[in-house]
């Protein structure tokens, strides 16, 4: 199994969930993880859990990037973040995949500047994954959208390649033989959105390596229509932040009512398995986190808010990433398509 | 009181749901109504239910446009649909303002044709409007979001104008004084979401008789952080089919359990104010539809799926905003831009 690199440092429940996610892997699993940040609070950490220290290595670093901080303007300053030296330790080849908790654009950032692009690729993406129904045998209950967020507007080419590179991410983690990928559209005829989407449609309706199942509209999101959604970063952004949104309106909802009513906990009580698909929606623990995609190196973005269970899972999901080469099936792919 | 012309052919429980809507409002106002469509099938449905006839006329269109109808051939080809006739009508001067649940995009198109548009204004929008959480006091538990799909990308002054006509029609409506003003967009920063964004951001911050309160994110939406939202079309349609589709996510669940398990039945009635908060968001009865705004004359679209109640409620606002002459509100308020 791959090493991964951990940055310990980022994130909401820094350095603690990390430090115990990196924990719980060591000793369930054969994976080797670099535990990258302040090394005496690891230890510290360290010290008041369970682990194989076999499995764990801890790199130094004396720096830390917040979450609300200047993505551009942190890297400038702060050289030994614990981010960047976690993205140094892959290009190196100390590691074989980085995860980090924090600062999203200083992620995307960092990436950049570390990793070497896939030749071919114009512009990286940031994808994220959410739950949703499902509609076809083997599909998984996540699916996947890009681009989030790196990104603001994109034309035809770069959708394409966020199409190919979502695929390929989605056959090798999802194990998904052919992910049904989508188009996010105002309408399912092929000429609707404008100029962009409308080439960007005609060209993956007639591209090879790939299931285009056509434009998915505002609606289908919430099904199992596509298993892989494509769109610029505005329009991903918004509608992700949207979905979180919503879903912590629901929980809102029922834990303000269960504190304030014991009708509430007695139907809660009830109700319980069919609630918690509604609550799953902003149970980040499960998900593992999401790629930034377009470089010659796997990184796996962990939701802020991630507790030891969800790192865990990013460090799984990072793992499975570089052991089944998710750069090389990207890079084939847009081999294929120039 | 004003009278109001109803396309009673237009809507997926079309012509009934009109008629219903049309007889109540006969009996609990003063709102004068022409039902325009097949004179026979509405006189028919209109002997089975109690209305006042001094309230209503009928006029007869010989021709529907279905709901999934190509707009522009629906137009070319159905001169006598009850739409179009029903816009004919208001703008002879026979009614002040004219509703529908039928084709979106044939109504866009019939206002477009049959109704001046406010001099200045670059592009009509279609409005919607959606129940959230109220933050402040008078708030109106609908916010208004636009455009939701008259366009699809748009420049900084139609985004402007936007937001001014939006103002405007939440100020006479909704009764709010001064509506909270948000540009949706994928971060609070005033420079992000690119260039027009940003433009837009700059010009709306500096604009007298406003209240803007800045960028909103995608989860922002489910808040009360704005009352207006302001957007390009193809953001805002992706928006409010999520909003819509995740609201019968909810519904299914809570219905689909409630067949199968008597758990569920019983937890629902224990919860049942709370889910009643969910459910909201899929009753378009007491929405009463949103307006297409841009024009010299007030159009109302109700939901596809408006009940009688919800064409009631339809008719009300469509009276509401042509008595307090949310035209010409809008037209100073462009006119100030100028």
Redesign the interface.
């Known amino acids: 199994m791959p090493t991964i690199a951990v940055d310990a440092m980022g994130g909401d429940f820094a350095p603690e969930a990390a430090v115990e996610g990196v924990a719980s892997v060591s000793l369930n699993t054969d994976i080797q993880c670099i535990l990258v940040g302040n090394e005496r609070r690891i230890q510290k950490i360290l010290e008041s859990v369970p682990y194989n220290p076999e499995n764990i290595n801890i790199v130094h670093a004396s720096d830390v990037i917040g979450m609300a901080e200047d993505p551009h303007e942190a890297l400038r300053r702060r050289r030994d973040a614990s981010l960047l030296v976690a993205c140094r330790l892959v290009e190196q080849g100390r590691a074989a995949a980085a995860i980090s908790a924090g600062n999203t654009g200083a992620a995307v950032l960092a990436c950049a500047r570390h990793f070497p692009m896939i030749p071919g690729i114009r512009k990286a993406a940031l994808a994220s994954v959410y739950p949703r129904?499902i509609e076809y045998p083997g599909q998984d209950y996540l699916a996947l959208v890009l681009d989030v967020?790196a990104t603001?507007?994109c034309d035809a080419s770069e959708l394409v390649q966020f199409a190919l590179m979502g695929s390929a991410y989605a056959r090798r983690v999802s194990k998904v033989a052919a992910p049904r990928v989508g188009l996010?559209?105002?309408?399912r005829e092929e000429t609707k959105?404008?100029t962009v989407?409308a080439e960007a449609h005609r060209r993956l309706r007639t591209l090879s390596g790939i299931n285009f199942v056509g434009n998915v509209?505002?609606?289908?999101?919430?099904?199992g229509r596509a298993d892989v959604i494509v769109c610029e970063?505005?329009?991903g952004?918004?509608?992700?932040?949207?979905?979180?949104?919503?879903a912590?309106?629901?929980v809102d909802?029922?834990a303000a009512?269960g504190q304030r009513s014991w009708?509430?906990r007695?139907?809660?009580?009830?109700?319980s398995s069919?609630v918690g698909?509604?609550r799953e929606l902003t149970n980040y623990a499960s998900y593992g986190g999401a790629p930034i995609l377009g470089f010659e190196h796997v990184f796996i973005k962990a939701h802020g808010r991630s507790t030891g269970q969800a790192i865990a899972n990013a460090i799984k999901v990072a793992a499975k990433a570089a052991r089944d080469r998710v750069p090389e099936e990207i890079r084939a792919a847009i081999a294929e398509l120039r």
Chains 1, 2 share one sequence.
């Open positions: 129904q967020g603001v507007r996010l559209n105002m309408g959105g404008g989407l509209e505002g609606h289908e999101l919430a099904t970063g505005l329009l952004n918004v509608v992700l932040k949207l979905l979180e949104g919503l912590e309106v629901v909802l029922t009512a009708r509430w007695a139907g809660l009580a009830l109700l069919d698909r509604l």
